[in-house]
């Protein structure tokens, strides 16, 4: 009889840049203090990091790793090695990187990646025992839409795209926009992804990687949601349970700009008691402000804010860190 794979007691995060936003300081922490994990690491690329005020903090945590050496792929392959490589060098924008570096990382380690805008909610006990999972979030564009050339598939989902525009802009949209989000289809996203070391699924991807044209390879989303996409159809395979929406992405893309705003009165915080952690879509966030989601804004204009809420416990210790407040 096989062994079970489960994954890892390990949550991975990745910030490529000499300094530590924040948001990103707020996510480790969050996920340090609530996920229930064995280990925190986050990866990175510039050792000017090490040095970072915030990050020197988070080194405090015993649990808490800085790693910045590149993943080890020297068990793939030799001809998947090789294009993953190539690949990576090739890419120009951080996003991209990130999107290859998850896999490699987690090939290599096992455990949970999550992007380093999400706040966790409570532990993450649900989710060691899988052998590999990810979520799906309500879009208005999934790999179908993009694809087809029906008028009315476009028709139906520029009206979507619509009604979430209208919705975004309530006092209440995190509420009004549950009372639709049935129309919208579920779509894998890669903000959180977890595996067993070596899992098929996970090898599988990377060889759909190393096999993918380069102008596509290059194009936005398609090392990211398109690929696991490509390989689910968006549902459950053998090896990768995808979670519905309320586990990751209670807010939708878009929608998550109720969070900076109060939370509305009579509101839970989550209602949906599936909620583990919280994408927060921080360049959806940023463009919706105006500026970027920093120390300056959360513990300035932001204190009343949802999001401020959510994060509350670790508002005094960025203060103190920050020089803001």
């Known amino acids: ?27 480790v922490r969050s996920v340090l203090a609530r996920a229930g994990a064995e280990r925190v690491v986050l990866h990175g690329n510039a050792p000017e990091l090490a040095a970072d005020p915030l990050l020197t903090n988070l080194a405090q945590h015993t649990e808490f790793t800085l790693d910045l050496t590149p993943p080890d792929g020297s068990d793939l392959p030799a001809a998947v090695q090789t294009a993953l490589q190539d690949l990576l060098a090739a890419l120009p924008k951080p996003a991209a990187r990130a999107d290859l570096l998850r896999l490699q990382i987690l090939w290599q380690h096992g455990g949970l990646y999550v992007d380093a805008d999400v706040v ?7 989710l060691w ?38 919705i975004r802009r309530s006092p209440h949209a995190a509420a009004h926009f549950r009372a639709v989000d049935q129309l919208y289809a579920e779509a894998c996203n890669n903000a959180v992804l977890g595996f067993a070391p070596r899992s098929p699924v996970l090898l599988r991807l990377l060889q759909r990687v190393a096999a993918m044209p ?11 949601p398109r690929l696991l996409e490509a390989e689910t159809a968006n549902a459950s395979i053998a090896g990768l349970t995808l979670l519905p929406p309320a586990a990751f992405f209670a807010l939708a893309p878009e929608i998550c700009g109720a969070l900076l705003r109060p939370r509305p009165r ?11 952690l919280v994408h927060l879509y921080d360049s959806v966030l940023a463009r919706q402000l105006g500026q970027p989601l920093d ?21 005094p210790e960025l203060a103190a860190l920050s020089g803001v407040g």
């Open 1 to 27: 009889m096989a062994t079970k794979m489960a994954i890892p007691r390990i949550v991975h995060l990745i910030w490529l840049g000499p300094r530590l936003p924040a948001l990103a300081w707020l996510a």
């Open 120 to 126: 966790a909610l409570q532990e993450f006990a649900p």
């Open 129 to 166: 025992p899988l052998d590999g999972v990810a979520g799906l979030e309500h879009v208005c564009l999934p790999a179908a839409v993009v694809n087809s050339r029906s008028p009315l598939t476009w028709a139906r989902a520029g009206a979507l795209l619509g009604l979430r525009e209208v």
């Open 214 to 224: 380069r102008a596509q390879a290059l194009q936005l989303y398609e090392l990211g």
């Open 266 to 276: 009579n509101q839970e915080l989550f209602p949906d008691r599936q909620a583990l």
């Open 295 to 315: 120390a300056q804004w959360l513990l300035g204009p932001g204190r009343q804010s949802w999001l401020a809420e959510l994060v509350a416990p670790f508002l």
